[in-house]
Structures are given as structure tokens and as C-alpha cells.
T-cell receptor, first 112, second 111 residues
Framework: GNSVTQMEGPVTLSEEAFLTINCTYT??????LFWYVQYPGEGLQLLLK?????DKGSNKGFEATYRKETTSFHLEKGSVQVSDSAVYFC???????????FGKGTHLIIQP | SQTIHQWPATLVQPVGSPLSLECTVE??????LYWYRQAAGRGLQLLFY??????ISSEVPQNLSASRPQDRQFILSSKKLLLSDSGFYLC??????????FGEGSRLTVL
């Protein structure tokens, strides 16, 4: 079956540091890939997505590239802010109506 | 525009009591609907999904159940709560695009 593996953290960085959160997946076929963000006490919001190999999703300074050869979708940001502190989930969609498969989430803490 | 709401936002219940969490979607028709649970350190676990009225699929055997009495209403229930049912419950919808839209979440504490 489908699965997503991501570093769990917590990941603690200083403001303006470079961020990488690793995500790898196992899936049959050609899944779509997503990063969701969850701020404290809230539901999840879509951060970015990529639907085919070599696509790059980007939003709010975050980027991730769909790498089929390494089955990865690592999240990056060049300069993080305190407001980026949240839990980040990597996820994939197999294309069916049974929802997304999520990683366990990475808790990111940005210190001023 | 489409919106999704779930309630209550916070619930504290004793072991053995019943549960009802409600979720409604506005601004779309015939959505796929989902209930996820988020337990500490365990990520998101899909509990139920529904592709239409009275069409519910269960992903994990448990003492929870789901119903969809109307096209845009999804209800999560239990007759008798267990301590292990504590967690953050999230309702979500999509239209077969792969992108899920989540509600605000309901935090359940079972004592």
C-alpha cells in the first residue's frame, strides 16, 4: 500500500535559517504529492502540491520538487520566520476517493 | 465559495458516554467526505470516508461509526467512548481532485 515517511522532529531553527524537511513515499502508479501545514489548534491547510514528476510546487516562500527517481518531495524554504512555526505534513493521493495518505508530521519551531 | 464547518470545537466526555461530532460542507454538491483522527505523535489516521449519501467506508475497526444523512453532512458517533478515543478529529472534503479541504477540528478528551 501507499506510505509516506517524513522526519518527525521537533525541528528547531533560528529565524532566517534555511529549512529542509525530508519526505519520501512509497506508492503504486503516479501519485500526486502535497504539503499541508497545521498551525496550533487549527485544521490543516494546503501549502503546496505537485501532480507529476519534476513538477515544483511553491507557496509563501516554500518549495518542493516531485522527484520520481528518488521517490521524494522535500520541503524547503530559504529564510524561515517565527510565523512559520507549525506542524508540516507530507501526503500523497493515489487518485481514488479514499483520501490522502499522510506522514506523521514534522513539528517546526522557529526561534527569534 | 466552499466552506466546511465542524462542531463542537472542544469536548470533554467521561468514559462510556456517547459521542456525536458533526460536519457540514457548503457551496458544493456531492463531495467526498472524510473523518481523520490525529493522536499525539501518530500523525493523521483515516477513520471513514464517504462518496455519497449512506455510502460509508471504514478504514479502521473501532467503536466509532459514521453516517451521512444528507449530501453535505457527515457525522461521527460512538455509543460508548473509550480513553483511547481521545484526540483531535478532523473532517475534510474533496471533489476527486486529490486536494483535501479540512475543517477546524474537534478536540475530544475522554476522562
Amino acid at each position: 500500500g501507499n506510505s509516506v515517511t517524513q522526519m518527525e522532529g521537533p525541528v528547531t531553527l533560528s529565524e532566517e535559517a534555511f529549512l529542509t524537511i525530508n519526505c519520501t513515499y512509497t506508492a503504486t502508479g503516479y501519485p500526486s504529492l502535497f504539503w499541508y501545514v497545521q498551525y496550533p489548534g487549527e485544521g490543516l491547510q494546503l501549502l503546496l502540491k505537485a501532480t507529476k514528476a519534476d513538477d515544483k510546487g511553491s507557496n509563501k516562500g516554500f518549495e518542493a520538487t516531485y522527484r520520481k527517481e528518488t521517490t521524494s518531495f522535500h520541503l524547503e524554504k530559504g529564510s524561515v520566520q517565527v510565523s512559520d512555526s507549525a506542524v508540516y505534513f507530507c501526503a500523497l493521493s493515489g487518485g481514488g476517493a479514499d483520501g490522502l495518505t499522510f506522514g506523521k508530521g514534522t513539528h517546526l519551531i522557529i526561534q527569534p | 465559495s466552499q466552506t466546511i464547518h465542524q462542531w463542537p470545537a472542544t469536548l470533554v466526555q467521561p468514559v462510556g458516554s456517547p459521542l456525536s461530532l458533526e460536519c457540514t460542507v457548503e457551496g458544493t454538491s456531492n463531495p467526498n467526505l472524510y473523518w481523520y483522527r490525529q493522536a499525539a505523535g501518530r500523525g493523521l489516521q483515516l477513520l471513514f470516508y464517504s462518496i455519497g449519501i449512506d455510502q460509508i467506508s471504514s478504514e479502521v475497526p473501532q467503536n466509532l461509526s459514521a453516517s451521512r444523512p444528507q449530501d453535505r453532512q457527515f457525522i461521527l458517533s460512538s455509543k460508548k467512548l473509550l480513553l483511547s478515543d481521545s484526540g483531535f478529529y478532523l473532517c475534510a472534503w474533496d471533489r476527486n481532485t486529490g486536494e483535501l479541504f479540512f475543517g477546524e477540528g474537534s478536540r475530544l478528551t475522554v476522562l
